[in-house]
């Protein structure tokens, strides 16, 4: 373990988007085969697993062969490669009324890998020093800090990086305006950090304030969610920007790509509107019928790989979720640049603001 700890600790110091997509492969791969080992070790499900789908048992000589399991199996399997007694959070999938959800079991020193990376990656647009922070959402959210939703460990986790965390919905996610604007008399003349799952900064923070004259020009808005909800409204990511832009002043705006099954390995927008793994998380882009890995410019079903879960084997997670690799190593960031272009067919609804409005809608 001590050897698979130092690799995951030099892909944590790596250029966090700085390098070629050659060289981070060739790291990646060496850690997750570490990783692979590791698991199969650790978790009798994941080895029993991984010898039905095949390609466990022998190390991957590229990042391709590295062996996936589908993010489904995370509802009905316990996959965890920890003692019962070093389990510290447990963290569940969103997943709407009637679904079954996904069981993440984290130890400490996973927690704290997985922290350690998020910092990395939302410093890179935040800066070094914490801003006071709004938070999309309701307060009553955090309850139980050792069983979090998906959505509860995202606010969580951003809250890191914001001070003075004001909650701008109430329980019945209403806009609290006086929350909002007592905030804003206080912190709106200075950067400020925004923070909420994309559905819900569009229809309880952007809907409740379109034509109030609401100044947000100095924030800085890091969102995330599933955004089928928002494209059966004819809302895709340019509008999304356009309208907040118009009517708050507010542009600098980021979205990001993750999952519960590899909370830290957050995929950042770029201001060309493209998505990048950091230096420790990669994709592959599959075909749909064959999983055979595809050449950038195919769309294909993404699978996700991270090299900082130790306590669960969530390092290889093929998803629901198509995606396309637009370029390789172009730009000031290097490495893929992917698109997510919507969800497999009949696929479950998994982004935690798609979970939500589906149940806001029912």
């Known amino acids: 373990m001590s050897d698979l700890a130092s690799q995951l600790d030099d892909l944590l110091e790596a250029p966090l988007y700085g390098l ?4 981070k492969a060739a790291r990646l791969t060496r850690a997750l085969a ?12 994941y080895r029993r697993l991984t010898d039905v789908l095949g390609g466990g048992a022998r190390p991957p000589a590229t990042l391709a062969e590295v062996p996936w399991i589908p993010v489904g199996l995370w509802k009905s399997h316990r996959l965890i490669s920890i003692a019962d007694d070093a389990i510290s959070t447990t963290l569940t999938s969103s997943g709407t009324t009637g679904q079954a959800p996904s069981r993440i079991y984290l130890d400490k020193d996973t927690a704290r890998r997985q922290s350690r990376a998020l910092a990395r990656i ?6 070094p020093k914490r801003l006071p922070m709004l938070v999309v959402d309701t307060r009553g959210l955090l309850q139980d800090r050792h069983a979090f939703s998906a959505r509860g460990a995202g606010v969580l986790g951003m809250m890191t990086f ?3 965390p004001t909650f701008v919905l ?23 950090l925004i923070f909420g799952f994309t559905f819900m900064v569009w229809a309880y923070l952007y809907g409740a304030i379109v034509g109030a004259g609401v100044d947000l020009s100095n924030g800085i808005l890091i969102h995330s969610g599933g955004w089928k909800q928002l494209v059966e409204r004819a809302v895709d990511n340019p509008t999304f920007k356009q309208r907040l832009g118009a009517e708050t002043g507010l542009r600098r705006i980021y979205n990001f790509y993750g999952m519960v099954e590899q909370v830290g390995s957050v995929y950042l927008e770029g201001d060309d509107g493209l998505l990048y793994p950091p230096a420790f998380a990669d994709v592959i882009i599959r075909d749909p019928m064959t999983f055979a890995e595809v050449p950038p410019g195919t769309a294909g ?9 130790t306590s669960y084997p969530g390092h290889s997670v093929l ?22 272009i919507g969800r497999v067919p009949r696929a479950e609804l998994r982004g935690c603001s798609d979970t939500h409005a589906a149940e806001a809608d029912a």
């Open 20 to 23: 070629p997509q050659a060289d």
């Open 34 to 45: 570490a990783l692979t080992a590791h698991h199969r070790a650790a978790c009798p499900a």
């Open 122 to 127: 939302m410093t890179h647009v935040l800066g």
């Open 162 to 164: 914001g001070a003075q």
């Open 170 to 192: 109430d329980e019945h996610m209403q806009l609290d305006r006086a929350a909002l604007d007592g905030f804003l008399a206080k912190h709106g003349g200075t950067p400020f």
């Open 301 to 309: 079903v993404v699978q996700a790989v991270s090299a900082l879960p």
């Open 319 to 340: 998803t629901d979720d198509l995606g396309v690799i637009e370029h390789v190593d172009q730009g000031d960031r290097l490495g893929k640049a992917i698109r997510i």
